[in-house]
Nanobody, 124 residues
Framework: QVQLVESGGGLVQAGGSLRLSCAASGRTFSGGAMGWFRQIPGKGREFVTAINWSIGSTRYADSVKGRFTISRDNAKNTVYLQMNSLKPEDTAVYYC?????????????????WGQGTQVTVSS
C-alpha cells in the first residue's frame, strides 16, 4: 500500500502563488510516476501535471504550462507543485496520485493510489 498526503492548499488572490506538497509513504515506486489532478464540483478530475520518480521527466496540461512546476525530492518521497500566476479558474480540490508503471499518463484510471485532496481557492 501507498499512502499519499497532500498539504499546502489555501486561499490566495489572483496572481499569487501556492506550493502544494504530496508526501508518499509505504510502498513506493522508484520507476513509476506521480501526478497532480484537480476537480471542481460537478466535473471529473482533470490532469494537471506528472513527473517520473527516477529520471524526473515531466508533463503538463496546456492550461498550466508556464505557470505551474512539478518537482520531486526522492530522499523525502515528496512531490511538489509550485503554482504561480494563479487564476480564479485554478480553484479546485487538488489531488496527488501515484502509479507503479512508467509513463506520465493524464488518465485518472491509470493511477493506483490517491491522496485525500487539498482545496485551492483563488479569489479575483
Amino acid at each position: 500500500q501507498v499512502q499519499l498526503v497532500e498539504s499546502g492548499g489555501g486561499l490566495v488572490q489572483a496572481g499569487g502563488s501556492l506550493r502544494l506538497s504530496c508526501a508518499a509513504s509505504g510502498r513506493t515506486f522508484s520507476g513509476g510516476a506521480m501526478g497532480w489532478f484537480r476537480q471542481i464540483p460537478g466535473k471529473g478530475r482533470e490532469f494537471v501535471t506528472a513527473i517520473n520518480w527516477s529520471i524526473g521527466s515531466t508533463r503538463y496540461a496546456d492550461s498550466v504550462k508556464g505557470r505551474f512546476t512539478i518537482s520531486r525530492d526522492n530522499a523525502k518521497n515528496t512531490v511538489y507543485l509550485q503554482m504561480n500566476s494563479l487564476k480564479p479558474e485554478d480553484t479546485a480540490v487538488y489531488y496527488c496520485a501515484a502509479r507503479a508503471a512508467y509513463g506520465l499518463s493524464p488518465q485518472t484510471n491509470e493511477y493506483d493510489y490517491w491522496g485525500q485532496g487539498t482545496q485551492v481557492t483563488v479569489s479575483s
